[in-house]
């Protein structure tokens, strides 16, 4: 059964900052994979997909890398903003059609001014 | 990108009472749906996967005679809480995958649900 974690559980860091957020996943055969933004009392925001076929995705400050043979990914946010703060999970989907994602616990994360 | 839509957003209930949550995809069909719960700082949990036409399939330790799913359309899913406690209060999220070769999952806007 896939099982997804995320490394650190929270972190605090001052505006500017470049980040990594860690995620690793134990069944490599996967389809895809998600990473999402949750804001408090919020539903979820889609910030990259990275297809098993692909190594890596950018948006605009946001890069997120796929390495499915170590099952690891990774969440980098270039010169972070006091509006980052949030919480990032990392979900893994299946080799299979018609699955669901499978979460992580999520990094918390705060950008302090 | 597709859209997702749930209603309620949020609902408050008395013990014992039954809820109702919808979740459509606005945009694009969807034959299957997924339904997530989150309990304050935890992760989503897949509760179900609710199939057009066939009957949902449940993970383990979800009661399918309490939290009733059916997928009403192509469009259209629904989640009752029957009986509901206050230990089911919590954030009910759905989703559904787009119909492109990626197979992005969007999600609802999730439905806050207070038993009291």
């Known amino acids: 059964k896939q099982e997804v974690t995320q490394i650190p559980a929270a972190l605090s860091v001052p505006e500017g900052e470049n980040l990594v957020l860690n995620c690793s996943f134990t069944?490599?055969?996967?389809?895809?994979l998600q990473w999402f933004r949750q804001d408090p009392g919020k539903g979820l925001t889609s910030l990259l997909l990275?297809?098993?076929?692909?190594r890596e995705q950018t948006s605009g400050r946001l890069n997120a890398s796929l390495d499915k043979s170590s099952g690891r990914s990774t969440l980098y946010i270039a010169a972070s903003q006091p509006g980052d703060s949030a919480t990032y999970l990392c979900?893994?989907?299946?080799?299979?059609?018609?699955?669901?994602?499978?979460f992580g616990k999520g990094t918390t994360l705060s950008v302090s001014s | 990108g597709a859209v997702v839509s749930q209603h309620p957003s949020w609902v408050i209930c008395k013990s014992g009472t039954s809820v109702k949550i919808e979740c459509r995809s606005l945009?694009?069909?969807?034959?299957?749906m997924f339904w997530y719960r989150q309990f304050p700082k935890q992760s989503l949990m897949l509760m179900a996967t609710?199939?057009?036409?066939?009957?949902?399939?449940?993970e383990q330790g979800v009661e399918k005679d309490k939290f009733l799913i059916n997928h009403a359309s192509l469009t259209l899913s629904t989640l009752t809480v029957t009986s509901a406690h206050p230990e089911d209060s919590s954030f009910y999220i759905c989703?559904?995958?787009?119909?492109?070769?990626?197979?992005?999952?969007?999600f609802g806007p999730g439905t806050r649900l207070t038993v009291l």
């Open positions: 989703s559904a995958p787009g119909d492109s070769s990626y197979n992005e999952q969007f």
């Open positions: 069944d490599s055969a996967i389809y895809n």
């Open positions: 990275i297809q098993s076929s692909q």
């Open positions: 979900a893994a989907r299946a080799n299979q059609a018609g699955t669901a994602l499978i």
């Open positions: 945009d694009f069909q969807a034959t299957t």
């Open positions: 609710s199939n057009e036409g066939s009957k949902a399939t449940y």
